[in-house]
């Protein structure tokens, strides 16, 4: 166990203030790499080390399993074994669990693993009807009217004053939903992680006993990330508290992230108001970062509305760096590419690619960067959400417009009009849906097929649905990189309380951050607070990019985030076209008559279609033949083995390896793997 002292030693003076502050309210403003965790996890050993606390009467809360288990392990380390570190949700379900049968009688009603089994009850019990996303959208809506202490009666009310919506859900519906799936909970005997918390609450208004139980056993509470506390949050930990106040606090208002779920900064605000006396210290010395990366993120706060959370200054501490980076780039797929090739040339230079993350703002954005990666072979990870070719809406799409392939149901001269009306049948319309949530992310990954469509007409107007189809099997192909040590890509929100050597924040354009649901100056600063969430995760590069149109060839007339202002000032960067960009615009022409090459069959082919063969039509048989058996055996229309144009390019190049057989237009790397070894002994087998 370390001594008193070599606890104090190994702490900045800050740090040191906050770990000999044990007794009485503390309040903590902790900014971003300032070591927050190290501080309370030291101050926590130190009162255990002075004999000030009894480990087994400390109780800290933090908001995740993951932040919990390092305290945990911090505080071992420290010496202090015994102290109880856990998540609102495990300390609440403790306690219910132990003294809900002496105060009301048999066990504590089961935890259900999800809301959306009962949800679904509860639409069928008042007549409605939603897809997946719509049913995430309205637990999440429960969620948040549980946490804030709205009840059913004046969920409507309430709900209009917070400006809440629910795509397609007025909010006398939403209503009804509400006391149906509450109906349905109790009917079941089912309990939901909110009920956890409201739960516990009960115990210890209801009972003196318990109440007095629990204060006794916990005389010391250290809450982490105070800013993202929410109302029924505040009630159980002012019903621990019991009126004492030996509390510390920790938490950055540069960090608050969560108002959509509940949260509210106000309690970090209005600590030193509730609590007289409070001792309040300020960490400012950031070592995660380097300087330029720490006056990057000073700055962003130049122009915050008034009254913004300021949150405190950083002081960098970490040696100099590289300059940030800032670029524009003409469309989303060449700011895509621009970013893997940087991500190589770090790699190249030393960096591990676990050591490297792409931030975005919304998930659909993360098509571009695993079509990217995949491209340049670069292993990454999507943290938080699902790969985009794996999200049940991408599936669901893309088996609709095959079928409309194979049923020939779609018009013949617009690839892009037919893409749209197939995927009107799954509820895409031109404009998003109001509000955010799990709708508006199906919206979007459905509006990026919609785009991918219009970059295949614009580049082959013959395209049509079919090489649409082949067209969307090569790009899942191309974002099929293993999934370990690789490279992370996530949203900001998910990547709180993370860190890596290089941070690329992406698709920074005005339009996306802020968000177009950021309709008020409240709204609109915390947008600010969450680009500078992801900035902070960067400790040696950070590169931040915009990309002025979506798609390739579209308009131009994005710019950078208004958040770049007081970084950018008036030497913005113009919009760069880097090499990807001038390889595709490369004109093909046939291998025969050196004639350009139209469509995307005859660029396929390597000539043009009215050309004679080069191919030995027995090869030709062969392969087809081949194809016909696999595509029998697996119940799939043929072309989903190898559309004609690809099986007639395998003929007329006759690889003999996986390496030449790869270089083939049409053969991804899991085509390669499933079928390659196959093609190769058949090409290999005299005829």
């Known amino acids: 166990m370390s001594s008193a002292d070599d606890l104090l030693a190994a702490l900045d003076p800050e740090q040191r203030a906050v770990a000999t502050a044990l007794r009485g309210p503390v309040s903590v403003i902790a900014g971003a790499g300032t070591g927050k965790t190290r501080a309370i996890t030291h101050r926590i050993a130190y009162g255990v080390a002075t004999a000030t606390y009894a480990p087994t009467e400390v109780l800290a809360v933090t908001f995740t399993a993951r932040a919990a288990g390092e305290m945990r392990t911090r505080l071992r380390q420290l010496g202090a074994h015994g102290v109880q570190a856990r998540t609102f949700h495990a300390a609440a379900l403790r306690q219910a669990r132990y003294f809900w049968p ?42 948040w009217a549980k946490v804030s202490n709205v009840t059913i009666d004046n969920y409507a009310k309430v709900s209009a004053e917070a400006g809440r919506s629910v795509s397609g859900v007025d909010a006398v519906t939403m209503s009804r939903v509400f006391e149906a799936y509450e109906d349905v909970k109790r009917d079941r005997g089912r309990i939901d992680m909110e009920d956890v918390l409201l739960c516990t609450a009960a115990l210890l208004a209801d009972d003196e006993r318990v109440a007095a139980q629990i204060r006794r056993q916990y005389k010391w509470l250290v809450v982490d990330e105070y800013q993202d506390v929410n109302p029924l949050q505040a009630t159980l930990l002012d019903l621990w508290l019991g009126g004492r106040n030996d509390i510390c606090v920790v938490g950055d208002p540069r960090q608050t992230i969560y108002s959509f779920a509940g949260a509210s900064p106000r309690y970090l605000n209005e600590f030193p108001r509730r609590y007289k006396d409070t001792t309040r210290i300020e960490l400012v010395r950031n070592y995660r970062s380097t300087p330029q990366i720490v006056e990057a993120a000073n700055r962003i706060f130049i122009g915050a509305s008034p009254g913004a959370f300021t949150g405190v200054t950083l002081q960098a501490q970490s040696a100099p760096g590289p300059k940030v980076a800032y670029m524009g780039y003409s469309d989303e797929p060449a700011e895509a590419d621009a970013v893997a090739r940087q991500i190589v040339r770090l790699r190249d230079s030393g960096v591990a690619l676990r050591d490297m993350a792409v931030l975005f703002r919304i998930n659909a954005q993360s098509a571009a960067y695993e079509e990217a990666l995949g491209h340049h072979q670069i292993p990454f990870v999507v943290r938080g959400v699902e790969r985009f070719f794996e999200r049940p809406e991408v599936r669901q799409a893309i088996a609709l417009l095959r079928a409309s392939a194979r049923a020939a149901d779609v018009g013949a001269d617009d690839l892009l009009a037919d893409v749209k009306a197939v995927l009107s049948n799954l509820g895409h319309t031109e404009t998003p849906p109001q509000g955010a949530g799990a709708v508006r992310d199906r919206w979007e990954s459905l509006h990026a097929i919609v785009s991918m469509a219009g970059d295949l007409a614009e580049d082959d107007p013959s395209a049509r649905m079919v090489e649409f189809i082949v067209h969307l099997e090569q790009r899942a192909q191309a974002a099929h990189a293993p999934a370990a040590d690789g490279v992370t890509l996530a949203t900001m929100h998910s990547a709180k309380g993370l860190e890596w050597d ?28 969450l680009f500078y969430v992801g900035i902070t995760r960067a400790r040696v590069h950070l590169s931040v990019t915009w990309a002025a149109a979506r798609t390739s060839g579209g308009r131009g007339n994005r710019g950078p985030t208004r958040f770049l202002d007081p970084l950018l000032g008036s030497s913005r960067p113009t919009a760069a076209r880097p090499a990807r960009a001038t390889r595709e615009r490369k004109v093909a022409r046939c291998r025969n008559c050196n004639k350009v090459l139209s469509s995307g069959a005859e660029r396929k082919l390597g000539r043009c279609e009215d050309c004679p063969a080069t191919y030995d039509e027995a090869v030709y048989e062969s392969l087809r033949e081949w194809r016909t058996a696999q595509a029998t055996e697996q119940k799939v229309p043929a072309y989903v083995i190898f559309t004609d144009a690809t ?41």
């Open 102 to 143: 002496s105060v009301y009688g048999g066990e504590l009603p089961e935890l259900t693993a999800s809301k959306l089994p009962l949800l679904g009850e509860a639409l069928r019990r008042t007549r409605l009807s939603a897809d997946a996303a719509l049913m995430r959208d309205l637990a999440s809506e429960i969620e």
């Open 502 to 529: 290089a941070v690329f924040c992406v698709g920074m354009q005005e339009g996306t951050v802020p968000s177009p649901h950021a309709d008020d100056a409240e709204g609109v600063e915390e947008e600010r607070r």
């Open 647 to 687: 099986l007639m390019a395998i003929a007329e190049d006759r690889p003999q390896d996986v390496f030449g057989l790869a270089r083939i237009a049409g053969v991804g790397k899991v085509k390669l793997d499933r079928y390659g070894e196959d093609v190769l002994r058949l090409l290999a087998t005299p005829l």
